[in-house]
């Protein structure tokens, strides 16, 4: 599957896409402090399922991963006061359809 990020403003004006990576790349949320973008890809394993959590600007450079786990992280969140980061993962998990949820202090 081929999913790509897209940025526009309000009613769809000055759509931008910010990733071209050819893999999935979804569930894209804001960092609390608006400036950069949260999401998870498996764009190192396009045809896989190791996803892992990426940052980036809102224009699409300066990309980070977050997490390196190995397996399938995904569904980033942020906490209402913008302190924690909660997604999920199937690190330590014990079973193939077994998912656990993390949080972790946010920067």
Not at 81 to 98: I, M, P, Q, W
Request: net charge neutral; hydrophobic share 35%.
């Amino acid at each position: 599957m081929k999913m790509e990020i897209f940025l526009a403003g309000a009613g769809g004006r000055d759509v931008r896409q910010l990733t071209d990576f050819g893999c999935a790349s979804f569930a894209p949320t804001f960092t609390p402090d608006g400036k950069k973008i949260l999401f998870f890809s498996n764009k190192h394993d396009c045809d896989g399922r190791r996803f892992e959590l990426y940052l980036m600007n809102l224009d699409g450079t300066g990309l980070e991963q977050v997490t390196r786990f190995g397996g399938f992280t995904s569904f980033p969140e942020f906490s209402p006061d913008g302190r924690k980061l909660v997604f999920s993962s199937d690190l330590n998990a014990t079973g193939r359809y077994e998912f656990n949820i993390f949080t972790a202090d946010w920067r």
